[in-house]
């Protein structure tokens, strides 16, 4: 069975201060994982996704997650916060990219301080 | 850019009637699914759909859930009788095809109000 463990329902950074918000993730085969943003009442926008080719994926809106099989986590990134990052992420995992059911976390909600 | 577009946007109905979502999935993808948020919830998956029939589906998607692909553009959730728990935002999404090199796309959502 898959799964992913968010840790921290609610993250607050100032604008401009790094970005850290953390997955962990359980799979019996290698995984495909994910981070999904839903900004306020609109659908899931995928971020970036690790398909086993290179560890550390870039994403869009400067976003970058590491996939580290030993610590069997990836973690989301970006060096400096703005105020339209505000959102809820989720991090998601499945055994294939596209075909299979996507199991998601329980998310993360991200604010930003002035 | 393609992408999954969903109708209606809101949807309020009496409980015990039946609802019927609809989406519209990518014009060339061959997998369709369905994901439902309950408020303040994570997402959970309710069914895939491959080549006119389901290709999985959770313990969420029992006898009163149905998929349809009733021509060739639209990809449809039915809930025979809707309860209050049914509540929630409903996303559709397709990909094109298995493997690592697609992604599932997310249309924007119904949101499902039983009273």
């Known amino acids: 069975a898959q799964s992913v463990t968010q840790l921290g329902s609610h993250v607050s950074v100032s604008e401009g201060a790094l970005v850290l918000l953390r997955c962990n993730y359980s799979?019996?085969?290698?995984?495909?994982l994910f981070w999904y943003v839903q900004y306020p009442n609109q659908g899931l926008q995928l971020l970036l996704k690790?398909?086993?080719?290179?560890?550390l994926v870039k994403g869009i809106n400067g976003f970058e997650a590491e996939f580290k099989k030993s610590e069997t986590s990836f973690h989301l990134t970006k060096p400096s916060a703005h105020m339209s990052d505000a959102a809820e992420y989720f991090c998601a995992v499945s055994v294939d990219s596209s075909a299979s059911k996507i199991i998601f976390g329980s998310g993360t909600r991200l604010s930003i301080r002035p | 850019e393609p992408e999954v577009t969903q109708t209606p946007s809101h949807q309020v109905t009496q409980m015990g009637q039946e609802v019927i979502l609809r989406c519209v999935p990518i014009?060339?993808?061959?997998?369709f699914y369905w994901y439902r948020q309950i408020l303040g919830q994570k997402v959970e998956f309710l069914v895939s759909f491959y080549n006119n029939e389901i290709s999985e589906k959770s313990e969420i998607f029992d006898d009163q859930f149905s998929v349809e692909r009733p021509d060739g553009s639209n990809f449809t959730l039915k809930i025979r009788s809707t309860k209050l728990e049914d509540s929630a935002m409903y996303f559709c999404?397709?990909?094109?095809?298995?493997?690592?090199?697609?992604?599932?796309?997310f249309g924007p959502g119904t949101r499902l109000t039983v009273l």
């Open positions: 999404a397709s990909s094109g095809s298995s493997g690592s090199t697609d992604t599932q796309y």
């Open positions: 799979s019996s085969v290698p995984p495909y």
């Open positions: 014009s060339n993808h061959l997998y």
């Open positions: 690790y398909t086993s080719a290179a560890t």
